[in-house]
């Protein structure tokens, strides 16, 4: 059995409650920091850790909180970034929903490593049920001396404050996440400056994912040291994995970062194979935004070697061959999926959800969006696939943020991994919605 480190206590009863999670150890890392560690040392802590922000940019967490800016008599501000909108990816609803004050108290150690009296976490509107579980815990902190003034008697200062989106997916990206949160159209900004820098009514400012902020907690209470072995590489540490498609047990599981996807997905510990005895035809492995990889460049590199659920090996290869652990959303398709429908119902989402300031990204998701649609619908011409990878290479590098290029990616992975898919509907357009195209390539 793999070991937990943040679903250690999921399973204990009433766990969602202040008195069971004190009484299961809680509120001891927070203890620990402003006690004993300081703002310093919970920051070298962080660092030593090597923990990597799960919202789907690895990027090191205590590297970020080292850029924070310090300007004298300028608040800084803490956010979290609770906007899960990424297809496939519902681990951070999963923390919020059963152990909310494992965040609670992440963010408690985190504002007090980075000096901050206010925190403000911004949720996904569709999660419409959870503002009220952490509401609840907020107040049960509150009450406890955990939040508020003067906390535990240490002079530091916090207030949690829960945002509710509205459903926009770009509110998931920091900088368009920053003016909602200040009352604006979610539009990203161009960066930089960083929010380190100027973020939150340009105050310096740090975004963290939820799980990034509530794997803070561990990491005090074991150390960094020992955090560092439960993964392998530039990868430490558990992560949380949302698992689905068709596979026999979707759902959230916490794995420690040194297993193969390969143990992953067949394992009885975790997915548990593939549905109805089906094949493994694809996978998505870190939210939709990242390419797509056929089964045999899923299990092993193509270098030959076993391909791991890191940061590491999943990226191995670049694009060419490799993907992204990214957000952590694993989304799994047997023999029976379509490529190019599937393809097309992301492209549709990016068009969608794109805000329409930069062109390449605003009339691009939705050129890509038409020219899917008419192969899918059996409209489509040998050409279209040369120029759907022409518009994707335009769109990619080209935008303000990141969704361009999270348009683009699955599409180019999709031309370039399954191309004879595209070549297939195109050739049958009578079969083109009908008939699946299947496992040709295997
Ligand atoms: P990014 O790589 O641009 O930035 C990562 C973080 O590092 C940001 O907080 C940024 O401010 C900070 N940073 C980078 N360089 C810095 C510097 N020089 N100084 C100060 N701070 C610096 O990526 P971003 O835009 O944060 O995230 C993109 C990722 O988000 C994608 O890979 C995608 O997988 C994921 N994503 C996740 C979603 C979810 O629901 N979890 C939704 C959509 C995308
Ligand atoms: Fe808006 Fe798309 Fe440009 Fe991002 S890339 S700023 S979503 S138009």
Redesign the pocket.
């Known amino acids: 059995m793999g070991r937990k480190l943040l679903l250690d206590k999921a399973h204990i009863e009433g766990i969602r409650y202040y008195d069971t999670y004190r009484s299961n150890g809680g509120y001891a890392a927070a203890e620990k920091a402003l006690k004993t560690l300081g703002p310093d040392g919970v920051l070298d802590e962080v660092k030593k850790s090597g923990l990597r922000?799960?919202?789907?940019?690895?990027?090191p967490t205590g590297?970020?909180w080292s850029?924070i800016a310090k300007p004298e008599g300028v608040p800084r501000y803490l956010v979290c970034?609770a906007?899960?909108?990424?297809p496939g990816?519902f681990k951070?609803r999963y923390l919020m929903e059963f152990i909310p004050h494992l965040l609670i108290e992440g963010l408690l150690i985190s504002s007090f490593a980075l000096g901050a009296n206010s925190c403000y976490i911004y949720i996904?509107g569709e999660y419409a049920w959870i503002p009220d579980i952490l509401e609840q815990a907020i107040a049960e902190a509150k009450n406890k001396g955990w939040l508020g003034k003067n906390i535990q008697g240490t002079g530091f200062d916090l207030e949690i404050y829960v945002q509710r989106g509205a459903g926009a997916?770009i509110c998931?990206?920091?900088?368009a996440l920053i003016e909602s949160l200040e009352g604006k159209r979610g539009n990203p900004r161009i960066?930089?400056p960083?929010?380190?820098?100027k973020g939150l009514w340009q105050s310096p400012t740090?975004?963290?994912?939820v799980e990034t902020l509530a794997a803070v907690v561990p990491i005090i209470n074991i150390g960094g040291d020992e955090y560092i072995k439960y993964g392998t590489g530039k990868s430490t540490g558990t992560k949380l994995i949302s698992a689905c498609g068709n596979i026999n047990k979707p759902g959230v599981y916490e794995i420690e970062m040194n297993i193969s996807v390969e143990e992953f997905i067949y394992s009885d510990e975790y997915c548990g194979g593939i549905k109805n005895n089906k094949r493994l035809k694809a996978c998505i492995p870190?939210?939709s935004?990242?390419p797509v990889l056929p089964a045999n460049l899923l299990l092993k590199t193509a270098k030959g070697e076993t391909r791991m659920m890191t940061y590491e090996s999943l990226a191995d290869g670049g694009f060419a061959t490799g993907s992204?652990l990214?957000?952590g959303?694993f989304i799994v398709m047997d023999e029976d999926q379509c490529i190019v429908r599937n393809t097309l119902t992301f492209a549709r989402f990016y068009h969608h959800e794109s805000c329409g300031q930069c062109s390449p990204c605003r009339e691009g998701t939705g050129w890509m969006k038409k020219v899917l649609q008419n192969i899918e619908y059996g409209k489509g011409k040998m050409s279209d696939i040369d120029l759907l990878w022409d518009i994707q290479r335009k769109i990619e590098g080209n935008t303000i943020?990141?969704?361009g290029?999270?348009a683009a990616w699955p599409v180019a992975a999709a031309i370039r991994h399954f191309r004879d898919e595209f070549e297939w509907h195109v050739a049958n357009p009578q079969e083109s919605q009908t008939r699946n195209f299947g496992l040709a390539h295997y």
């Open positions: 922000g799960r919202g789907g940019a690895g990027f590297l970020k850029f970034n906007d899960e909108s990424e990816t951070d996904r997916y998931g990206e920091e900088t960066k930089p960083f929010p380190a820098v740090v975004v963290n994912n870190g939210g935004s990242v992204m990214g957000s959303g943020c990141p969704l290029d999270a």
